[in-house]
């Protein structure tokens, strides 16, 4: 056999690409059940193109312009669609403007961004935990190691700052604000006490302008922070509803030096890539002008399910924890068993599918994850079923 066959054969594949890919258990079961034609009642679907909200006020007619067939191959986007995004800011943070604004297909190609911009392979960032998984693999991708610190919940969630470990190889502090799944803000003192630590912050801030039970003292953005190098990244996806658009963009503000040397080497990374969409590019403008109705038409079910959830657990074995903001409510149910083995029993007793805490890496007891955007009918049905089906074991 030639050594040209043998590479054919037995290719060499990274090591950042070798992640685990059989289905967990609890997604495994929900695709048998999908597949099996059973009634399901999904509390687990966060995509907003598919829980029946409806976006009349976003025109499609910007696409049918022929403005969108022009390309303007410009690294951070065209300017246009960047004072659009400026224009966005006073409305949960400090103004930025244009010139200190990046648009990405999406975020996570804005981590992807970032990563390239702060780490060389073998360094290693520090994540949230509990939070969304995709961060773990999002840098393992970037040859980046994660380093997670704890958040803790004593009646309100907050930064354990003592699980917070600096090595000599951590660049950067990762943020979800608010988080998810637990949906707590940033306190403002806790924002403080990040930047002491000298790290670029990247925060995710794609939920910030859905606040729900917000607290006194919390930081709408890490933008917020006149002395830190920031790097907050926002979309479509959630803004307007529009997953599918596939736009999104970092805002980055700081210190006048750093910042400056941040954006000169962002522009050398998303130069290379140019990968937002001219027609999403175009009709960016006119779908953020949609915004207050969209997103008060998702905010007003966040808040009405928010509300029937707790009714449904009031005087169950089961507790809602608080949820300053964001797309999710987080319930801890009795440590009879594990989230995952509340997760399958559910499923298949009662048709309800939740989110097991293990997928955020929650330890202790047993928590599990459900979806706020899920039509209300079909909500406070299934809430019920829960309860009903918890409190009978």
């Known amino acids: 056999m030639t050594e040209k066959h043998l590479v054919h054969d037995n290719p060499r594949f990274s090591q950042r690409s070798g992640l685990e890919r059989d289905p967990n258990p609890a997604s495994a079961k929900l695709a048998a059940h999908v597949a099996a034609g059973k009634r399901l009642r ?34 951070f986007g065209p ?21 200190q604004i ?47 610190y704890q958040l803790a919940y004593d009646g309100a969630w907050h930064i354990d700052f003592a699980s917070i470990v600096c090595g000599p190889r951590t660049r950067a502090i990762l ?25 670029p912050i990247i925060s995710d801030e794609v939920f910030s302008s859905y606040p729900l039970e917000l607290g006194p003292g919390r930081a709408r953005s890490a933008l917020e922070h006149p002395d830190a190098l920031v790097f907050a990244l926002s979309g479509l996806s959630k803004l307007v509803a529009l997953p599918q658009m596939k736009l999104s963009w970092i805002a980055v503000s700081g210190p006048k030096p750093a910042r400056t040397e941040a954006l000169a080497r962002l522009e050398l990374i998303a130069d290379a890539f140019l990968s937002p969409s001219a027609p999403s590019l175009h009709a960016l403008p006119t779908w953020l002008r949609a915004r207050p109705t969209v997103q008060g038409l998702i905010h007003g079910r966040l808040v009405r399910n928010l509300g029937a959830l707790t009714r449904a657990v009031k005087n169950s074995p089961i507790t809602r924890l608080p949820v300053e903001g964001g797309w999710y409510a987080l319930l801890r149910l009795p440590a009879t068993k594990t989230d995952e083995e509340w997760a399958l029993e559910l499923l298949e007793k009662t048709g309800v599918a939740v989110h097991p805490g293990y997928f955020f890496d929650f330890d202790g ?29």
Do not use: M, W
């Not at 970032?114 to 998984?133: A, H, R, T």
């Not at 306190?187 to 000298?198: I, S």
């Open 102 to 148: 990046v648009i990405t297909a999406s975020t996570s190609e804005a981590y992807s961004f970032l990563l390239k911009l702060l780490c060389d392979p073998g360094d290693e960032v520090l994540v949230p935990s509990p939070s969304y998984p995709l961060l773990e693999h999002l840098s393992r991708f970037e040859s980046v190691a994660t380093r997670p």
């Open 175 to 199: 943020v979800v604000n608010p988080n998810n799944p637990t949906g707590q803000f940033l306190a403002k003192d806790e924002l403080d006490r990040l930047a002491d630590f000298g790290l």
């Open 42 to 75: 999904d509390l687990s679907s966060g995509n907003p193109a598919q829980v029946g909200l409806s976006l009349g006020e976003l025109s499609l007619s910007p696409l049918s312009n022929r403005a969108v067939l022009e390309y303007e191959p410009e690294a």
């Open 365 to 393: 007891p047993p928590h599990v994850v459900v979806s706020l955007i899920t039509p209300e009918e079909e909500l406070s049905e299934a809430a019920n079923l829960l309860v009903d089906y918890v409190a009978a074991r």
């Open 79 to 99: 300017l246009r669609a960047r004072e659009a995004i400026s224009r966005e800011f006073p409305e949960h943070g400090p103004a930025i403007p244009p010139d």
